[in-house]
């Protein structure tokens, strides 16, 4: 028996296609959703910010700093040589080693400083604490838009079946001459519109996405919102009280520090300073002829005393006390200022949150309405009306009925989504200008 091979049409390769993809997803190239809670979100937000990295980094410089005015206290210590040749009379101290200690001793300028660093360091420990807050605020409220519109898009695509369904029947009708050619334009234009919707959804659902993989560093599309995990929004109003604002006392701290420093610069021309200092050499006549010009040569020197300066006339020092006065005196009109457009800020929202609570509560009312509805629909759908008794007969509801009824409520539902989602937000923002986001946060993390 004699046989021939034909070619196989298939590439190899369109084989091992399938196993190629599996192997793909196993290197994770393409991420895999899971649900993470809120408060999961909220932390790696605040470890991947940059903003709060670089409050980090102005704490440490203000701990530097306050350390650097204490250590002028401590004496330091330096050694050194200054080896060399010399012919004739000599130029120099011919010092083989030598060492030096100098401190400062008493100055009313540097007790100024030190009160300016403690008060930099405040400052700085309450803009951090104010830039987790915010990074808080701005992870929380995306990750709860992030849930709101996933849940919309499962509505959407709901509707969008009824709309579906909705032009199957109004073809039908039309066909049989029952609806005109207009219901089923109609009927078509709402389908339009509502894929248009979810489309927009969809849109918004992957901007929140990308959102949160910055915030969090974690590959986009990776998060699934775990609604579970989103305590409610407690109802606060500007009658509570606002709590210690940390933006606002940064400002305020920021701006002590800036006048104890100009205090500082104003006595340092105008008080005296002392100091303390010492020096020892170790001294050579080996490569200059220092005895022939000196008597008593001794290789071993050593001096110390305290130094005490006078300002007298320093038009140097008098012209940064300006300086600093003039930047002190900013920094407390800006921590003022702070403070007025907080105050607006809770004015704002306080009228815009009476709104929106009065708005998510109507959108609630229209769908339970529109809920209520569809249940009458369904149930006379499935027992009739009686369409054929009595003097005035309703007519018999329609399959058509049932899903205007059915893309009535979920339209409802959506609205109502997003209603709450408005208020969330507004009452998240009137938490932290209340200065009660910390209350928030320990109540997400005690979920």
């Not at 320093?314 to 403070?339: I, M, N, Y």
Request: aromatic share 6%; hydrophobic share 40%; glycine share 6%.
């Amino acid at each position: 028996m004699h046989g021939k091979l034909a070619p196989n049409p298939r590439p190899f390769w369109s084989t091992l296609a399938p196993a190629g993809a599996l192997f793909v997803c196993a290197l994770g190239l393409f991420p895999l959703r899971a649900q993470v809670s809120l408060a999961t979100v909220v932390d790696l937000a605040q470890r991947n910010s940059s903003t709060v990295r670089l409050a980090e980094a102005d704490l440490k410089k203000a701990q530097a700093a306050l350390a650097q005015t204490q250590d002028a206290y401590i004496p330091n210590f330096v050694i050194g040589s200054n080896v060399g040749y010399s012919h004739g009379f000599p130029t120099g101290q011919p010092s083989v080693g030598n060492a030096s200690m100098q401190s400062l001793v008493f100055s009313y300028s540097q007790r100024q400083y030190m009160k300016a660093a403690r008060a930099g360091i405040d400052a700085a420990n309450l803009s951090l604490k104010d830039a987790r807050e915010q990074v808080s605020q701005d992870a929380s409220t995306t990750y709860i838009e992030l849930d709101t519109v996933n849940r919309e898009l499962a509505a959407a695509s709901q509707q969008e079946s009824f709309t579906a369904e909705l032009v199957s029947i109004e073809q039908q009708r039309a066909e049989a001459g029952v609806d005109s050619g207009l219901d089923l334009l109609q009927a078509r234009l709402n389908a339009a519109q509502v894929k248009l919707q979810r489309l927009h959804l969809q849109t918004r659902a992957a901007t929140l996405a990308n959102q949160l993989a910055v915030l969090t560093a974690l590959p986009v599309g990776s998060i699934l919102p775990d609604h579970a995990s989103i305590p409610e929004i407690p109802t606060i109003t500007a009658g509570d009280g606002p709590h210690s604002l940390p933006g606002i006392d940064s400002a305020t701290a920021l701006a002590r520090s800036k006048q104890f420093q100009a205090r500082g610069d104003d006595l340092a021309w105008r008080r005296p300073q002392i100091g303390f200092g010492a020096i020892y050499n170790y001294d050579s006549n080996e490569l200059n002829s220092y005895s022939t010009y000196y008597k008593n040569f001794t290789p071993n020197n050593i001096s110390f005393g305290l130094q005490i300066n006078v300002p007298f006339f320093d038009f140097s020092l008098r012209a940064k006390a300006k300086v600093t006065a003039a930047e002190a005196l900013r920094a407390r009109v800006e921590s003022e200022q702070a403070q007025r457009q907080n105050d607006v800020q809770i004015a704002t929202l306080t009228g815009s949150l009476r709104e929106l609570d009065a708005l998510a509560e109507v959108a609630d009312l229209k769908q339970q309405i529109a809920e209520a509805q569809l249940k009458a629909v369904m149930a006379e759908l499935d027992t009739g009306n009686g369409a054929s008794s009595g003097p005035n007969p309703q007519p018999q509801l329609s399959p058509k009925t049932e899903q205007l009824a059915r893309i009535d409520e979920r339209q409802k539902y959506e609205e109502a989504l997003d209603a709450g989602l408005d208020l969330a937000k507004a009452r998240l923002g009137l938490l932290r200008a209340l200065g009660h986001m910390e209350d928030w946060l320990n109540e997400l993390h005690g979920k």
